[in-house]
């Protein structure tokens, strides 16, 4: 069979429980998601806000209400407004390399507090913008904030949960982010019929900050942390304190042999590249480069510019971002309770051939409706189906390729390689992010309807690629992922024999 496996591992289980002060570490990861999430969301309603778009980018305004009458397709079409959407991710991607070293020195809190701090500044500097210097600069800072914050997050909460609870963990972040764009969506609701709305839109992002900021000082640093910079006793109180436990001497003994393997890593850039890890260093690069060429962000950032263009008015536009905004976050509770249940690929597969439909449907409506020249709008009947799929394409992605696209990556590095899988995860995702928001404006300029297509093509391919080459990694404990790779049609030829024990050998070559 081409990706599924049956993999029979002897996996460990230490001793503790989930204690309250682990529920803590969720808790502020989830306000690491709701910043990352509210940058998203917050965007896409403040550059349709007519006020905003009058003080700070007046030809786009002009453009727009000039083009009334010709080609839809064009009329956004500026690189300054796609320049202060997209700045942020670039600024994410640059703090991410950062971030890494001030995480392995200094440990996991100072990141996370640096990230809340640099999301601070942003936000006011936004709020309190006088021009578009300020929005662009106050933009970079919470660029910082995210890569910062997500850089540190991921690998804290990895740290601290008990591997029962990693893969729920896991996806309670991306939950947090979707929440974070329903919120930011709501807020720009509210917000839009105000004169001065958007300052409160883009200064709101203070909120979580501050909250954030003051979270990361209140927690403990991991074991790991401890352990990677000498402190072994406060080390072994603390993960007796994470596991509610005194019985932690075999997880403790491993975090120890954990960690002195990995300091022998001379270069963990380097290490990563190994033939052995092949596997891991395609899918922490494709996953997330996928994951962006879905289009989600299309969605996210550009729907009520998107809706707008469709001819839906400017508050039925925020409304229907509200609506995608909701599907988001209902969605990914269904990812929530089918991942450890039916696996990551059905959960791949259904996503990707979902998508594939509705972006068929779109393109389709809107080539038909509005052609090559732009010209045309879509009465109500006609716009309440395009939002329908609109909506069953964002419920595909959330249960599929959203949450996935974090945890699997995060799931099938050990720890010689976690810091820079994760590290080219994070920015192989920041940059296309970057990308599609900076060009996204300017393709639907010049692919038209076929922009639909074009995302279509890219969700075929990921689609087939997930099909053959991923594995099911679904209940394999993390250290034990060897056997996966080894007992694969594909990858089990970059797989040494020493990485598996003697035993599991001589059983695959028995007929
Ligand atoms: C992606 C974001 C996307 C969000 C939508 C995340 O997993 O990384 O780019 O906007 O999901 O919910």
Not at 52 to 64: C, G, I, N, R
Not at 341 to 357: A, D, N, S
Not at 485 to 496: A, E, G, Q, R, V
Request: net charge neutral; glycine share 10%.
């Amino acid at each position: 069979m081409a990706g599924g496996a049956h993999i029979e591992t002897g996996g460990r289980h230490y001793e503790g429980e989930v204690t309250a002060f682990v529920l803590i570490t969720c808790f502020v990861a989830a306000m690491g998601g709701l910043l990352f999430g509210y940058d998203l969301g917050i965007t896409g309603g403040v550059t349709s806000m007519e006020p905003f778009l009058v003080k700070f980018f007046p030809t786009v305004y002009k453009q727009m209400l000039d083009d009334s009458s010709t080609n839809q397709y064009c009329k956004f079409d500026n690189q300054l407004l796609t320049l202060f959407t997209s700045s942020l991710y670039l600024a994410a991607l640059i703090a991410s390399f950062f971030a890494a070293t001030t995480t392995r020195l200094f440990g996991r809190k100072p990141s996370m507090f640096l990230g809340g701090l640099f999301f601070l500044i942003g936000a006011l500097l936004n709020g309190f913008a006088i021009n578009v210097e300020m929005l662009i600069i106050g933009r970079i800072f919470l660029g910082f904030g995210v890569g910062y914050y997500n850089q540190s997050v991921p690998i804290y909460l990895s740290e601290m949960a008990p591997a029962k609870i990693r893969g729920a963990l896991n996806i309670g972040f991306q939950m947090m982010i979707t929440l974070g764009i329903l919120g930011a969506n709501l807020i720009n609701y509210a917000t839009s019929r105000h004169k001065n709305g958007w300052r409160v839109s883009l200064g709101l992002g203070a909120v979580p900050a501050i909250l954030l900021c003051v979270g990361s000082l209140c927690l403990e640093e991991t074991p790991n942390s401890l352990i990677e910079r000498g402190q072994h006793v406060k080390a072994k109180t603390m993960l007796q304190k994470v596991r509610g436990t005194n019985n932690v001497d075999e997880e403790y003994q491993d975090l120890v042999d954990a960690s002195e393997a990995a300091s022998k890593v001379e270069n963990p850039w380097k290490n990563i590249t190994r033939r052995r890890y092949r596997p891991q260093l395609t899918f922490c690069s494709l996953i997330p480069f996928f994951q962006q060429l879905t289009g989600i962000n299309v969605i996210m950032f550009y729907a009520p510019v998107l809706f707008t263009i469709l001819g839906f008015g400017n508050d039925a536009s925020l409304m229907s971002a509200v609506i995608t905004g909701g599907v988001n976050v209902l969605a990914t509770f269904v990812s929530v309770f089918c991942v450890d249940k039916f696996g990551r690929r059905i959960l791949f597969l259904e996503g990707g051939i979902q998508m594939l439909v509705c972006q068929i449907v779109v393109g389709v409506m809107i080539g038909l409706k509005f052609g090559l020249n732009g010209q045309g709008s879509f009465n109500k009947g006609e716009a309440d189906i395009l939002l329908v799929f609109i909506c069953l394409y964002v419920a595909a992605f959330a249960w599929s390729w959203g949450p996935l696209g974090w945890l699997v990556p995060s799931e099938i590095c050990s720890l010689e390689i976690r810091a820079a899988g994760q590290a080219i995860n994070v920015a192989v995702n920041m940059f296309f992010t970057f990308g599609i928001g900076q060009i996204f404006l300017s393709l639907l300029c010049h692919l038209k309807f076929g922009l639909f297509f074009f995302f279509g093509a890219w969700v075929l391919v990921m689609t087939i690629f997930i099909a053959f080459l991923l594995p099911e990694t679904k209940n394999v404990p993390v250290e034990e992922m060897n056997y996966v790779w080894k007992s694969h049609w594909f990858w089990n030829k970059y797989i040494p024999d020493d990485a598996v024990p003697p035993a599991y050998n001589s059983s695959k070559a028995a007929p």
